[in-house]
């Protein structure tokens, strides 16, 4: 007998039924329409790129755990694509002469890591990058914190639900190199103890440093940091560039009216390219969603692996599985079943070209239309339109072509009237 195939997608992947897909697209709109709103302009890469690519900039965790990668036909090594960025700076530094700055760019496509599935992460998911190139001032970060504070609203998201950390490397060089003279080898460790600061807890976390070899005073200048405030660094900012690049980032902040954001200094963040101000937003108002809704930062030399000078850069990505587990905890998802209007019965098949002419009628108004294609009891007919949730049933017989009309069913009251074509598709879009 002949091996049976799995109806199961690949681990860690995600069927998306048609239900489902509703969901995707209210996400998808929002993010795209406020995007636009912002003046943001879509752009795509392709999923596959050289292996080189990720090893140079991606950091250890994306390029030698996660990466699916493998040799073509041809001996190149090849990578399906883990993360946007170091697609987005080779696509600017192959047209960087011919492209008008600043950019202003987004995109929304699918991304693969060879993870271990669990909440709020899978081995393929989507993300919302947008990214602006070309502005070297805080400003760049004001315009994406607007735009990630807009996207909130219009997801009629409650204030106190989310929030919106900022921290900045350079005020975590200074950390490593002016308060606890780290060596090149030992920042990277104790910057990657500090990521996961939130996920490993106090006691496990002094643990960690001390398996790192810092010394007691050491470990107690790493946890006084992590209780800074912006009071704090205002002590330091002629020391760090990057407490005064905090100061001013908060202050013009303040100014616009932003809300929502807060100084954070256990936001590390994985990825090597970063430069400056560093962003993660959280989930606070539940215990449901611990893992970041996005993340980014500011990435001024990616743009030299390409033998580019530097262009400064900053953006961030959102992910859709943890954006999707957020908004279904505070019920923020409408409650659409449905794109289709109207469905079309059919009583008998000699009047399936008929029946035709006026979905086709219908559909050049702008009305998504179904129509039946066999003619089948009319009782089972309605259940499907009801089963699929679609609002409206324009009923057409022999009776309703003589008398130039159609019968409109809504489906919600089960109220019926005899009207024109007209008056129905009026009815229908009102
Ligand atoms: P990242 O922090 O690796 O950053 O990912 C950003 C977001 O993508 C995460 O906050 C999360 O929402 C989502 N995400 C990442 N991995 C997974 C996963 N395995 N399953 C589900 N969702 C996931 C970057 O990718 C940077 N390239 C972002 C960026 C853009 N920086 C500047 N511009």
Do not use: H
Request: proline share 3%; aromatic share 12%.
């Amino acid at each position: 007998m002949e091996t049976k195939l799995q109806t199961t997608p690949y681990k860690g992947t995600t069927d998306t039924y048609p239900q489902d897909m509703l969901v995707r697209n209210f996400m998808f709109n929002t993010w795209t329409s406020v995007a636009k709103r912002f003046g943001f302009e879509e752009y795509d890469t392709p999923l596959i790129e050289e292996t080189t690519l990720y090893i140079a900039k991606s950091g250890d965790e994306i390029a030698s755990t996660q990466l699916y990668n493998f040799t073509d036909k041809g001996g190149r090594e090849i990578a399906i694509r883990p993360e946007m960025t170091p697609s987005l700076a080779r696509m600017i530094a192959a047209k960087k002469n011919e492209l008008t700055l600043p950019l202003k760019w987004f995109n929304i496509g699918k991304y693969y890591r060879y993870e271990k599935p669990q909440k709020g992460r899978r081995r393929e998911f989507v993300q919302l990058n947008v990214d602006i190139f070309g502005v070297p001032t805080l400003e760049a970060e004001l315009e994406i914190f607007q735009y990630i504070l807009a996207v909130m609203e219009e997801f009629k998201a409650p204030k106190e639900t989310y929030e919106l950390r900022v921290n900045n490397r350079y005020l975590l060089n200074y950390l490593f190199e002016d308060i606890l003279k780290l060596s090149d080898e030992k920042k990277g460790k104790v910057g990657r103890a500090i990521d996961n600061y939130t996920k490993l807890g106090r006691e496990a976390f002094i643990e960690y440093l001390k398996e790192l070899e810092l010394n007691d005073k050491q470990v107690e200048q790493v946890l006084e940091f992590l209780k800074w405030t912006l009071e704090d660094l205002k002590k330091i900012a002629d020391k760090s560039e990057g407490a005064a690049q905090l100061l001013e980032l908060f202050a013009k902040a303040k100014e616009l009216g932003l809300t929502n954001i807060r100084f954070e200094p256990s936001i590390m963040r994985g990825l090597l390219y970063y430069t400056g101000t560093v962003i993660e937003m959280f989930d606070i108002g539940s215990k449901d969603n611990p893992r970041a809704l996005l993340g980014g930062g500011r990435y001024d030399d990616l743009l030299t692996i390409f033998g580019e000078e530097k262009l400064p850069a900053f953006g961030f990505a959102w992910g859709d599985i943890v954006l999707e587990d957020y908004l279904k905890t505070y019920n923020l998802i409408p409650t659409t079943k449905t794109d289709t209007k109207v469905f079309l019965p059919l009583f008998d098949t000699k009047l399936y070209t008929y029946i035709q002419g006026i979905a086709k009628q219908l559909r050049e108004k702008g009305i998504n239309t179904e129509a039946q294609m066999t003619a089948i009891k009319f009782g089972n007919q309605l259940k499907y339109a009801s089963k699929k949730n679609i609002p409206w049933v324009m009923i057409i017989g022999d009776d309703e072509i003589n008398a130039k009309k159609v019968q409109l069913k809504n489906m919600a009251t089960g109220e019926q009237n005899l009207v024109t074509l007209e008056e129905a598709m009026k009815i229908i879009n009102s």
